[in-house]
C-alpha cells in the first residue's frame, strides 16, 4: 500500500479485516452448503483474471478474504496493487483448500471489482485533467459501510480525498449558511471548532457570495454549479483578494466530457461524487484446478 503513510496503513489493515469479516459473515452465514459437498481435505489450485483493461484495486481486501477461510493459502499476485493491466490478464494465483478457495470466491471478487472500478475510473478523470492544477476529488457520495475501502481506491486510482465524513473538516453548504444567518456569521461561528477540523470549507452561488466569503477570511471555497465564464471571473475575483484568496474547488454537475474544460479556468480542486457512486464493476473471474 504504497499509497497511505504507516499510520494510515494500520488504519486501513484493521478496516480491511472487519469489511471482509462483514461480508463473509453476510455471504457465507452459518456455512457454505455447496462447497460442503467437497472433500474437506481436497486442495485446489486457482488463478483470478481480470476480463477488461483496468486499474487493479483491492488486492489487500481480496487475500484478507482468502486468507480469512484458509490461512495456509499460497498467493502469488501478478499485477500489483494501483497497476494497469490489460483485459485477460492473470492478476492472482493460488493454491489451497477447495473448500475455502470456493467459499471465499465471490468475497474477493467482489472488492476487486468494485475497488478496480473506482480507481480506473478515477484514473480516467485524473488523466483528462493532466498538465492542469486541478486535483481531482471524490465526495461522501459512497457505498455504505465501504467508505474507507472506496476512498482507498481513489487515491490508488490518483485521486485525492475530500473529507471522510461530518467529523473530521467543517463543509458549509447552503442550508448551513440559511440557519446560521448569512455567509459572514456561519464562518465566524465556524472558527469555534477550527482545532478540531482539517479544514473549513463553505459553498458559494454567486460571486457575490464568493467576495463575502472572502472578505471574511474563508481559506477554502466551494462554487457550485457556476458557469464557465462565472468560474474564470471567480478565480481572477480571487487571485486578486487582498487577503491572499482561498483554495477553489468546483462541485455540481461535472462530467468527464466537460472536465478539462473546467480544470482550465484555474481551479484547485474538482470534487465528483459519480466516482464512487455511479461505477459500472470491472469484470473479474476466479477459475479452479483440481490438484492430483
Not at 483496468?54 to 502469488?76: F, K, N
Not at 473530521?168 to 440557519?179: C, F, S, Y
Not at 456561519?186 to 472572502?214: H, P
Amino acid at each position: 500500500m504504497t499509497y497511505l503513510d504507516d499510520e494510515t496503513r494500520q488504519s486501513l489493515h484493521a478496516q480491511v479485516l472487519l469489511d471482509v469479516a462483514r461480508a463473509l459473515q453476510e455471504d457465507v452465514g452459518s456455512g457454505d452448503l455447496t462447497a460442503g459437498l467437497i472433500d474437506p481435505a481436497r486442495r485446489a489450485r486457482g488463478r483470478i483474471l481480470v476480463r477488461e483493461a483496468a486499474v487493479l484495486c483491492g488486492t489487500p481486501w481480496a487475500e484478507a478474504a482468502l486468507r480469512a477461510l484458509d490461512p495456509t493459502v499460497q498467493l502469488t499476485w501478478h499485477v500489483a496493487e494501483g497497476q494497469r493491466c490489460a483485459a485477460d490478464t492473470v492478476v492472482l494465483e493460488f493454491e489451497g483448500n477447495a473448500r475455502a478457495l470456493l467459499s471465499a470466491e465471490r468475497t474477493a471478487l467482489n472488492f476487486l471489482q468494485l475497488l478496480s472500478a473506482v480507481a480506473t475510473k478515477t484514473a480516467t478523470y485524473v488523466q483528462a485533467v493532466a498538465g492542469t492544477k486541478a486535483h481531482i476529488v471524490d465526495t461522501r457520495k459512497t457505498l455504505p459501510g465501504l467508505r474507507l475501502a472506496e476512498k482507498y481506491a481513489v487515491r490508488v486510482g490518483g485521486g485525492t480525498n475530500h473529507r471522510i465524513g461530518l467529523h473530521d473538516a467543517v463543509l458549509i453548504k447552503e442550508n448551513h449558511i440559511a440557519a446560521a444567518g448569512g455567509i459572514t456569521a456561519v464562518l465566524r461561528a465556524a472558527e469555534k471548532v477550527a482545532a478540531r477540523a482539517q479544514f473549513i470549507e463553505i459553498e458559494v452561488e454567486t460571486l457575490e457570495q464568493l467576495q463575502e466569503a472572502l472578505d471574511a477570511g474563508a481559506k477554502m471555497v466551494l462554487l457550485d454549479n457556476m458557469p464557465l465564464t462565472t468560474l474564470r471571473e471567480a478565480v481572477r475575483t480571487n487571485a486578486a483578494h487582498a487577503g491572499g484568496g482561498a483554495i477553489l474547488e468546483i462541485s455540481g454537475g461535472v462530467t468527464l466530457d466537460g472536465l478539462r474544460a473546467l480544470a482550465e479556468t484555474g481551479v484547485d480542486r474538482i470534487s465528483i461524487g459519480t466516482l464512487t457512486k455511479d461505477v459500472k464493476a470491472t469484470d473479474f473471474s476466479m477459475r479452479l484446478q483440481e490438484l492430483p
